[in-house]
């Protein structure tokens, strides 16, 4: 079992930047590729970025690449979102989540385990 929790939401201008948390618990952080989703209000959840268990890999949804950076720190259990230009549009709940093994996936069924979610807002 892995427990995710995210932090670092919040309210934001257009234009400024944010970074995400993700601390996890419960088993071998290494063991496990990572991913991003948000979900907007009345939309479908989608894959924002992923990154491989070494952090050598990462992959990023087509809206948020040159804005958004995945990473992440095995030696403090976290992953990280950082996302700069913010925009009104990337308004979401954004959720982390995790999968043993280390290949990346852009699929969120294909992850095991998901956090509980920080609500990011964008204001104009």
């Known amino acids: 079992q892995v427990q995710l929790v995210e932090s670092g939401g919040g309210l934001v201008q257009a234009g400024d930047s944010r970074k995400l948390s993700c601390a996890a618990s419960?088993?071998?952080?290494?063991?496990?590729?990572m991913g991003w989703f948000r979900q907007a209000t009345g939309k479908e959840r989608e894959f924002v970025a992923s990154?491989?268990?070494?952090?050598?890999?990462?992959y990023y949804a087509d809206f948020v690449k040159g804005r958004f950076t995945i990473s992440r720190d095995n030696a403090k259990n976290t992953v990280y979102l950082q996302m700069n230009s913010l925009k009104p549009e990337d308004t979401a709940v954004y959720y982390c989540a995790a999968r043993r093994g280390s290949y990346m996936y852009i699929q969120g069924n294909k992850y095991d385990y998901w956090g509980q979610g920080t609500q990011v807002t964008i204001s104009s």
């Open positions: 419960g088993r071998t952080f290494s063991n496990y590729a």
């Open positions: 990154i491989n268990w070494s952090g050598g890999s990462t």
